[in-house]
């Protein structure tokens, strides 16, 4: 199954409503498109950037330990922030040598665009690669969100995600929802691929 995705936005949106998506680009929603929906949860909004204008990556907790070669272990209300980006996690290894970061327990990850929270996140601050596993996610722009087993970043161009879902319904209310086993988006070209494939309505499967 090989549909048009037309931005880079997570992309899974436009597997179930590439209409819309090809209209309206990711990221400029209608205005009072959703004004009659819930809001957001809290843990999805993103936190006010910093005010120095550098590429630097800050970070905050309760304690923290560092040791030789660049390793350092934080744990408590762990805060990593670089640009508009934010992980929060109840514990946090930076490796500054490698250029990498491991959190696990209550993990986030927000940006304006996108938010992720799940069990675990292993990532390459420098090149974005990286896996969050268990997971929860919410589209702002399209008011779109859904779950995964895992949402992987194997290289610059592709996003894999396991066992995932996606609907534009308030939580609780999902009147509609699509499933899928496996999705590859090529950024790229645009492009996905979705493997064995569901859309549910009022919890009736039709595709």
Request: hydrophobic share 35%; with cysteine.
């Amino acid at each position: 199954m090989r549909l048009p995705i037309p931005h880079t936005v997570l992309l899974l949106a436009s597997l179930s409503v590439p209409a819309f998506a090809q209209d309206e680009p990711v990221g400029e929603p209608a205005p009072g498109r959703w004004d009659l929906c819930g809001a957001p949860p809290e843990w999805t909004l993103p936190l006010p950037p910093p005010d120095i204008g550098d590429d630097a990556t800050r970070f905050t907790a309760d304690s923290a330990e560092m040791f030789r070669g660049g390793l350092s272990t934080l744990t408590g209300d762990v805060v990593m922030s670089r640009h508009d980006q934010t992980v929060r996690a109840d514990r946090l290894v930076f490796d500054q040598a490698a250029g990498r970061v491991e959190a696990e327990g209550n993990v986030t990850m927000v940006s304006p665009q996108l938010a992720v929270r799940g069990a675990r996140l292993d990532s390459d601050l420098d090149t974005g690669l990286g896996t969050i596993s268990q997971t929860e996610y919410h589209v702002p722009p399209l008011h779109g969100r859904g779950e995964a087993g895992s949402i992987v970043r194997p290289d610059s161009d592709t996003m894999l995600l396991h066992d995932t879902t996606y609907t534009t319904c308030d939580p609780g209310q999902d009147h509609w929802l699509l499933s899928a086993r496996r999705v590859k988006l090529d950024e790229p070209k645009g492009e996905g691929t979705a493997r064995h494939v569901v859309l549910r309505f009022m919890n009736v499967p039709f595709l």
